[in-house]
């Protein structure tokens, strides 16, 4: 389960990232126009527009480090 890792790391970068959880079947306009096929789907996204994807489950720490790596990436 994906969703605590991404909780712990929306708490320890609080005010650098903003976490926004998506239901597909529920948000089903949202899922095609980021064009999500597999869940869970993970973007990161500056200005509306897509600057990382991850596909599939990553252990907490793994998590932690693709988020920091595309933050320290991505000018604020």
Avoid: C, I, Y
């Avoid at 096929?37 to 600057?51: I, K, S």
């Avoid at 596909?55 to 320290?72: I, K, N, Y």
């Amino acid at each position: 389960m994906v969703s605590p890792a991404v909780e712990e790391a929306a708490r320890r970068l609080a005010g650098r990232l903003k976490t926004v959880k998506v239901n597909v079947d529920e948000a089903s306009v949202t899922a095609r126009r980021f064009g999500v096929q597999g869940v869970p789907t993970l973007l990161m996204l500056q200005g509306g527009r897509e600057v990382s994807r991850q596909v599939g489950a990553l252990p907490a720490a793994a998590l932690q480090q693709w988020v920091t790596q595309h933050l320290e990436a991505t000018p604020a």
